[in-house]
């Protein structure tokens, strides 16, 4: 980054005030291997400042997009372009289509506190920025421009225990701690709009309870569970070969903490890799990624207007959305206006008589268990159903079309009369 001359003062006032700063500039030099210049300075222990209002009115006055329309574009630092003309790009000059952008690479941490976190050999300023006020000052434009801005989070090993994080200083963190750690650098100080987890850290290894507990932790203070449920993003960027996203993405209670869940493994189908997720979550909750290296034009804009058979998809997202800008673009726009709501289909109750809850109206086709969960159906529940005039059904005991069946030619309001029962047993249906 680059030194600025100092100007000697010309009073002894000034001259003052001028020796206190090159005091207090030592003193942020001893904290780390190299001082580091136009640096955010939080108070210790990043403790937002009044001077960080302005922030989070700034997050607070944009309501996050339609729950269809997420346009997601990753803005890596470090990322080289081959668009035209391949020139490094700021976060203000890319992706200019999508409506959330996650910055990827570096720490929220990193960024709320570089005097303990931030190294001028940081991935962050490796690229096209040179210091940490600059992106924080571009995420703030990005902002006010109604651009949703994320921070990335790696999950880690040690998130499996009880002591997920430890502070430059060697202080253990719960995972309580360790939440309103994370909340505080990001809203407080930084004043950004979220979080998205990158879950691949764990390889073979699955998610236990304290890494559960954590991720759960996170959602009260982002996402549809927290105090600002309109305003701010929880996600997670997850693939099937990470074990730990199959406690995301086929986990409806863990699910429901995020806003949606995007899937990273460019390298796979995206038919194959959507439904993996939807089938469990809903597939207005899933969305696919896609990446210039895997992922060509046409499969991107292929995937974009992509729609599913079980509800609307979330969105899109391309990951280094600024190695082509152009590429990015395309896909964005691309992607489809949803399909209008399913009005009319079979609609499952949990009690006799179409009481208590009831399932969103299921289409003709042929539904396994997973797929049914989708609509809002769990296994063994089902009690009673409405059929549209002229629809047949055969429902069946087992979760793959298989088992005892029961066919019905007209809405059914009590499955104990049945024979036998059908109540509280079916797990699959085909609706004709």
Not at 332 to 353: H, K, V
Request: hydrophobic residues 40%.
């Amino acid at each position: 980054m680059t030194n600025q001359p100092a100007t000697l003062p010309k009073s002894l006032a000034a001259w003052s005030r001028f020796l206190a700063i090159c005091f207090f500039g030592l003193g942020l030099a001893s904290c780390t291997k190299e001082p580091l210049q136009n640096a955010p300075r939080p108070a210790s222990d990043n403790t937002a400042t009044a001077s960080n209002a302005y922030l989070n009115a700034t997050a607070a006055s944009t309501t996050i997009p339609t729950s269809t329309n997420n346009k997601v574009a990753y803005y890596t630092f470090d990322a080289t372009p081959t668009g035209s003309p391949a020139v490094k790009l700021s976060m203000l000059q890319f992706a200019k289509s999508a409506n959330i952008v996650i910055v990827f690479e570096g720490s929220a941490w990193e960024l709320a506190d570089t005097v303990h976190y931030g190294s001028t050999s940081s991935i962050m300023l490796s690229g096209y920025y040179k210091s940490y006020r600059a992106i924080i000052n571009d995420m703030h434009t990005l902002q006010a421009r109604g651009v949703k801005v994320l921070l990335n989070v790696d999950d880690r090993s040690i998130w499996n225990t009880t002591t997920p994080f430890t502070t430059y200083n060697g202080q253990a963190q719960t995972y309580t701690q360790h939440a309103a750690f994370l909340d505080n650098c990001v809203s407080a100080v930084l004043g950004a709009d979220g979080i998205v987890l990158d879950v691949e850290h764990l390889g073979n290894t699955a998610a236990n309870a304290n890494y559960i507990n954590l991720i759960k932790e996170f959602g009260k203070y982002f996402g549809p569970n927290s105090s600002r449920p309109t305003t701010s993003i929880y996600t997670a960027a997850i693939y099937d070969g990470a074990q730990a996203g199959y406690a995301i993405g086929q986990s409806t209670s863990v699910a429901s903490y995020m806003n949606f869940v995007m899937d990273q493994g460019y390298f796979e189908d995206n038919s194959t890799r959507f439904y993996r997720w939807a089938n469990y979550i809903g597939a207005e909750k899933t969305m696919i990624g896609l990446v210039k290296d895997y992922n060509n034009q046409a499969n991107g804009v292929a995937a974009a207007k992509f729609q599913p058979t079980n509800g609307n998809k979330a969105g899109i997202m391309v990951y280094a959305a600024n190695v082509d800008s152009a590429y990015s673009n395309t896909i964005f726009r691309a992607l489809s206006a949803p399909a209008a709501a399913t009005t009319t289909g079979a609609i499952f109750y949990q009690n006799t008589q179409y009481g208590a809850t009831a399932t969103k109206a299921i289409p003709k086709g042929q539904y396994t268990l997973s797929q049914l969960q989708a609509y809002g159906f769990s296994g063994n529940w089902a009690s009673s159903v409405k059929l549209p005039s002229g629809w047949s059904l055969t429902m069946y005991k087992g979760t793959n079309l298989s088992g005892t069946s029961w066919s019905l030619s007209a809405s059914n309001a009590d499955f104990t009369k049945l024979s036998p029962s059908a109540n509280d047993v079916i797990n699959s249906v085909i609706i004709k």
